[in-house]
């Protein structure tokens, strides 16, 4: 069975730091650029970041831009979210999705992806 698996989700405080990850499993992450996406309660879903396959390539959303650092590591097929300096703004369920193509699309942030994960929630809050 295909899966992505998103884990490291928390209740912080703003100003603190969370690592996401996403795991896939019944296939490989190497074929696939990755996105990270987000939505917050009554809100639409957000695109936050895009990794080629190589992680040669890397999005952001602007709100993210300087905080959030998206990475990868095929060997374990894993892809990571660095967040940093969060802010409550930041509260949502952040999801994981692979889209099989070496380079993410230019209208990566809109979805589009073969994959999607359940999520892990992020809540950012004094």
């Known amino acids: 069975q295909l899966q992505l698996v998103e884990s490291g989700g928390g209740l912080v405080q703003p100003g603190e730091s969370l690592t996401l990850s996403c795991a896939a499993s019944?296939?490989?992450?190497?074929?696939?650029?990755i996105g990270w996406f987000r939505q917050a309660p009554g809100k639409e879903r957000e695109g936050v970041s895009c990794?080629?396959?190589?992680?040669?390539?890397?999005n952001y959303v602007d709100s993210v831009k300087g905080r959030f650092t998206i990475s990868r590591d095929n060997a374990k097929n894993t892809v990571y979210l660095q967040m940093n300096s969060l802010k409550p703004d930041d509260t949502a369920v952040y999801y994981c999705?692979?889209?099989?193509?070496?380079?993410?699309?230019?209208?990566?942030?809109?979805?589009?992806?073969?994959?999607w994960g359940k999520g892990t929630l992020v809540t950012v809050s004094s």
């Open positions: 990794i080629s396959r190589n992680g040669g390539s890397t």
């Open positions: 999705a692979a889209d099989r193509i070496t380079l993410c699309r230019t209208t990566w942030y809109l979805g589009g992806m073969d994959y």
């Open positions: 019944g296939f490989t992450l190497d074929y696939y650029a």
